[in-house]
């Protein structure tokens, strides 16, 4: 009996394992995203922190379509009134720099697929422009490009406010008796709880630290069908085929937009004890990224567009690499995908079953610098419960509910 435990236990160890192995082969299309920040020389360390900012890796939820200007020296913050004509010079310039970065745009101004067919995990063959633009199957496959990868591009624009936790002490310390305006004060509205243990515990302590707000503008390029019959019509060349006159089109056309899809705001309050080895420097750019991750979650609960896909880590138990991170709590509920492939070649989703955060198991933290916070942690995924559906496996893609 002894030996059938332990041949049991080998092949779940054996099964996990080969899980693991095909979810880390499994190749899926992400939104695309280029983050920047607005300059205020005025901040504190605010040197350090445009270094730390551009060095900063894009959320592994998304591709990184970074540009070469990671720092703008002046935004206008957008209305609904007007959210784009203030900055409808710099924004259609991105616009075109994101174009011509999908399409791996050189010196001499021609284009190829190489970035999409990476991204997309197309064959080579049917992305072919000529070939393509002859078939409707060719066609399908570069429409099914446009939709998948270039449309969903964003652009979010960061506007950084930092405030340190001995001033909001000093301030909370005279003011805890007037509740609005201690949650006024604060970035993001903190509880009047918070702020009363900050000024409790004193200067010394509540000195050791920032608290980082961000007002975050989210932007998305608008690749529609207009757009992209003129690009692959009137300005698709390869370097062997390139012209003068399609390199100067290009360069002249005024075609390609962002349209704005909305702002929100967050902070982080990145918490130091007296003991801590961390420089406020150091503070202050942890907080920064822990910001700027907060406020795509705010973002991605508001706009259905900018939800990212994760993939199940394993199907049985059901488990994905997403946690505090990405806003999972213990009230998530996932919708679960299956990607399915027409015989064009184009993609569509399937809403096989639903799953929703297993309470028995702690949700990973995998926010900027937990490992700093919780250095003995041994969760690396979230362990979810199935709501519906049949049997889940690596390769399908679970989505948050929207509202949730």
Do not use: C
């Not at 720092?71 to 409808?88: C, I, K, L, M």
């Not at 995990?121 to 393509?132: F, G």
């Amino acid at each position: 009996m002894k030996k059938i435990y332990l041949l049991y236990a080998f092949l779940m160890i054996l099964s996990v394992q080969a899980q693991e192995t095909k979810e880390q082969s499994v190749k899926y299309r992400r939104s695309s995203l280029y983050t920047v920040m607005v300059d205020a020389p005025n901040l504190p360390y605010a040197d350090s922190i445009k270094k730390f900012f551009i060095n900063s890796p894009i959320p592994e939820k998304f591709n990184d379509h970074n540009l070469g200007n990671r720092v703008f020296t002046s935004f206008a913050s957008p209305t609904e009134a007007n959210p784009v004509t203030a900055n409808e010079i710099l924004l259609n310039s991105i616009a075109k720099e994101a174009i011509a970065k999908w399409f791996n745009r050189s010196e001499k101004g021609g284009f190829n697929m190489d970035l999409i067919k990476s991204r997309g995990s197309y064959d080579a063959s049917v992305l072919d422009i000529a070939t393509a633009k002859a078939s409707k199957r060719g066609l399908d496959m570069l429409a099914d490009a446009g939709e998948e990868l270039i449309k969903n591009t964003f652009v979010l624009v960061n506007e950084f406010k930092y405030t340190s936790k001995e001033e909001v002490a000093k301030k909370a310390s005279g003011w805890l008796k007037v509740v609005g305006s201690v949650a006024s004060y604060v970035p993001g509205g903190s509880t009047v709880s918070t702020i009363s243990n900050a000024a409790a515990v004193g200067a010394t302590v509540a000195g050791k630290g920032y608290i980082v707000r961000t007002n975050a503008h989210l932007y998305r390029l608008d690749w529609n069908e207009e757009a992209a019959t003129k690009f692959y019509n009137e300005y698709w060349a390869d370097d062997n085929t390139i012209t003068e006159e399609k390199k100067q089109a290009f360069d002249e056309s005024k075609i390609f937009k962002l349209v704005y899809v909305g702002s929100d705001n967050s902070w982080a309050d990145v918490q130091s004890s007296i003991f801590t080895k961390k420089r406020e420097e150091q503070l202050v750019q942890r907080a920064t990224i822990k910001a700027v991750d907060a406020v795509i979650i705010e973002l991605q609960k508001n706009h259905e567009e900018f939800k990212t896909k994760t993939p199940l880590f394993t199907g049985e138990p059901i488990t994905a690499k997403i946690g505090t991170k990405e806003g999972v709590s213990n009230k998530s509920k996932f919708e679960v995908l299956e990607q399915q492939i027409d015989e064009n070649g184009k993609t569509s989703y399937a809403v096989v079953g639903s799953v929703k955060v297993d309470e028995d198991f702690p949700i990973w933290d995998n926010r900027f610098g937990a490992e700093d916070e919780n250095p003995d942690s041994k969760i690396d995924r979230t362990y979810f419960k199935k709501v519906s559906g049949k049997d889940f496996h690596p390769g399908m893609l679970i989505v948050q509910k929207k509202g949730k």
